[in-house]
């Protein structure tokens, strides 16, 4: 009789345990439940380069269709309506996370690589909080986009500066807590973009065969200010919330304990890793999104390696993989020299987070 097996160490049980990893990977990150193929994400994923070669990713980024609605015997050519376009790159680089196990003369009596059944569950944790981290970087970034019209610091706009240091200065620690009226004038500023070039789309979430498409926004805050709305906004406890957090069970964009309900259209998400800038007083960098916020291309996912050292008592772990995110941003100075740049997607709302 003949007998068959793949050992542990064979390249099928490498593949299997590399997908094991990236689905683990992904699932748990807080950023992806946010992305995916196509610019009515909040995050636009693109593989293109893990079947090509190439060390930059081009995104399509597009405007809502300003006008060209004509109607009766209104004559159409000459009333046409204008959308822009924007080629936005994106550099993909390799992330390496490694990990040493010292001492390990049980190696001796088994194969090293099952050492990974207790290495796993600490590469993936380490990979999401990078991903994690490197998204919310980008995302947070502040730079030639500085525009009225994509910032908010505290609950009014006369807070604002061309400085940002001098705006987050001017944030108070009792007025400038998180509240829905800060909710609301993001979104303000997001459909009614008196000083900004360009509305910013909702993001588009497929709630279930029932309910179809719909279309929110989303609002990401530091736990400081969910514990400030929660108990201290008035507005936010005596109102009935669009959309209580057991509903919906079947996306996962409305699941998990971060989700804190929704207010005027924007679904409001609570997370640890918000940053927190030390000014005049604690601020937070919360985030109001919409679609097509950021983006995230991948060349390679994560593949594993390891190696034996001092006769198998040391084995080094890692994953390798090449990826790349940024923030969108409209360049449209380099086209038009009289309109500033500006984030496509994103209003920065700051507010006093005080532990």
């Known amino acids: ?40 994400n909040i995050i636009d994923v693109k593989e293109d380069l893990t079947k090509s070669k190439g060390d930059r990713v081009k995104f399509g980024i597009r405007s809502e269709i300003q006008g060209g609605r004509v109607s009766g015997a209104n004559q159409g050519v000459g009333n046409e309506g204008s959308i822009e376009y924007y080629d936005f790159f994106v550099d993909v680089d390799e992330e390496r996370q490694l990990v040493k196990k ?22 993936t944790d380490k990979n999401r909080f990078n991903l994690d981290d490197d998204i919310t970087t980008a995302m ?11 910032y908010l610091y505290g609950v009014t706009d006369t807070n604002w500066d061309a400085t940002h240091s001098t705006a987050l200065a001017n944030i108070d620690g009792s007025n400038d807590k998180m509240q829905v009226t800060m909710v609301e004038d993001a979104k303000i500023k997001a459909k009614v973009p008196t000083v900004a070039h360009s509305k910013i789309r909702p ?64 679904l409001l998400y609570e997370w640890e ?29 994560p593949k594993f390696g390891y190696e034996s050292q001092d006769i198998g008592h040391t084995q080094i772990f890692e994953t390798d993989e090449i990826r790349g995110v940024k923030k969108v941003v409209w360049d449209r100075n380099s086209v038009n020299g009289g ?13 006093a987070a005080v532990a």
């Open 273 to 301: 890793r918000i940053p927190l800038i030390s000014s005049t007083i604690v601020v937070s960098h919360c985030l109001f999104l919409g679609a097509q916020a950021g983006c995230l291309a991948w060349a390679m996912h």
């Open 339 to 351: 309109i500033n740049n500006e984030d496509n997607a994103v209003i920065n709302v700051f507010a």
């Open 203 to 266: 993001y588009q979430v497929k709630s279930g065969p029932q309910m179809g498409i719909q279309e929110w926004y989303v609002m990401l805050m530091h736990t400081y200010n969910a514990r400030d709305l929660v108990r201290h906004d008035a507005a936010w406890k005596n109102a009935q919330l669009n959309i209580p957090p057991q509903t919906n069970m079947t996306s996962p964009i409305f699941t998990g304990s971060s989700f804190k309900g929704a207010w005027d259209g924007v």
């Open 1 to 40: 009789m003949a007998y068959s097996f793949i050992p542990t160490d064979h390249a099928l049980a490498v593949k299997k345990w590399e997908a094991k990893l990236n689905s683990e990977y992904l699932d748990h990150t807080f950023w992806m439940k946010f992305a995916g193929m196509g610019d009515t």
């Open 140 to 150: 947070t970034t502040i730079g030639t986009e500085r525009v009225r019209g994509r």
């Open 102 to 123: 010292e001492h390990t003369v049980i190696s001796n009596q088994r194969v090293a690589f099952e050492l990974m059944a207790d290495v796993r569950p600490a590469l």
